[in-house]
């Protein structure tokens, strides 16, 4: 009686949706229909039923708003989906960004005024905006690192997510709650869906629907401060709405995204400087001649000072050492970027007449040079998935997100540095229109004892996997890649590949439960089944996940001797922040609870 009490009581009671065209939401394609209010239910009670006993007289209704809870969160998440660009028309959008960039912003001034925002409310967020090729994510976290140690409510907004989705909206460094993104979430999809019809418009597309929700959540949760990471690019891209950033920033750029921002590193600078707005200072770090070049034509034609970001030697003058809470040399200038825009946003918080959060008085605020009294946040930063290292027994992974040839350097330059002489074992994938065999061959001089390739898929069964469902790009076309992916190592690596069968790509209507194997390369069918093969068993956060155990063929188990005996095992997975994201799945539990 006390079990279905509770049920009853939820029937009656949770209504996730604000409206009754928020419930009934429809996809096309093949994307799966998100689940209507009566389907979450009985999909609830399924699952209370199986996994609650009669002995839930005193935790049953708090059992019942956890599942809730989590069912909640998983609708929203899979309503989101359904805002991703099916492979099939994505192409055809990219050309239409290409012609008429400009409308996308024009659009997303639409969108942002049908949730009741204006362009000019976005000022209220006394933004840090921030761009780049690579660190622009490591710049942000720092920066907000630095900002709420001094006691600041901050709001940070990143792309992508690792594992979920609400990582990429952070309020004082944590991902917002299961129960801030479903009320959020709700209400601006139903302020969107209302409208659409009305508009002669449709929804917006699943990066512009999450910075429209981010700046909401900002604005409601009332933060000091939102530091702003760009999607792509800068001039076009949709968080460039933002009309008055209190300072902006440019990492380090290099060549990424070419389809929309172009083929030469002029023109992706010329894009990247598309954030600059007249009178908002401006820091980089140090640029190659031609690319610093353009960013000095656009910051005098927009009408901004624009300022270079000194080595952080510089900082540490007679003041020892300054510790990174980030591995990596490459973290270095992130970190003196950081520094720049921190001590500039707390210099107009100072001028604009704000009561101080703490003192503030100290040298660093006037001097060029930033002085250790700001720095603590640098060394208590913290960004999983770039250059992060997880020590499970006798297995330990390096994990870094790195996704173009610049950043792969660094990279390797880290890895080679950590590595001890030991087993080694590279995890790989990529993902759009990156060179794949550029980047395999900057990790050739790892020297690696196996190379594993696999797509950007956590599970072969994925109904729990909302979070990291990606519509983009076909499974076909993902499988197609690792196996590129692997004939390019070999070529590498001078192995030769095998004839026959195990060279074709045999997928249909699922994905295949056997790993594909050829002399030292391995193509597994998602990343858990990866894993497992590369820990043998010896992982114990991995064996103690729960998850089930993936069949592979005898003959690919006993290439996997040398790793049940090796002492220590050393896996690099990187290639794909989407690769690292579902590999943290596993590894890092504390990231998927």
Known sequence: MCVWFGFIILAWTWSPHT???????????????????????????VRFRVGVTVRVRGLGLRIIKQTCVRVCVQEAVCALNTLQTNVSVLDQVRRERSDQPELQLQAMRGFLHRTGLTVDKLDHLNIIHVTGTKGKGSTCAFTERILRDYGFRTGFYSSPHLVQVRERIRI????????LFTKYFWEVFAQLDDTKDSHGVSMP????????LAFQVFLQERVDLAVIEVGIGGAYDCTNIIRKPWVCGISSLGIDHTSILGDTIEEIAWQKAGIFKPGVPVFTVKQPDRPMTVLQGRAKEIGCPLWVCPDLEQYESGAGHLSLGLAGQQQRCNASLALQLSKTWLQRYRQSGHNMKNDLSHPSLTSPLISLPLSPGLEATEWPGRTQTLRHGPVTYYLDGAHTTGSMQACVHWFSQEIQQEESILLFNTTGERDSAAMLKLLEPCQFDFAVFCPNITETITENNADQQNFNVSVENMLTRCLDNQISWQSLSGTETKQGSESELLIKDRLPLLAKTRTNTLVFPCILSALQWISQGRDTV???AGCPYLPVQPSVMAKAEPLREAAQVSVLVTGSLHLVGGALKYLDPSLAS
């Open 542 to 544: 991995l064996a103690t």
């Open 19 to 45: 409206d009754s065209k928020a419930r009934n939401i429809q996809t096309s394609g093949d994307i799966s229909p998100v689940p209507t209010k009566k389907k979450a239910i009985l999909g609830l009670w």
């Open 205 to 212: 597309a699943y990066f512009s629907f999450l910075t429209i």
């Open 172 to 179: 004082n460094g944590q991902p917002i709650s299961k129960e």
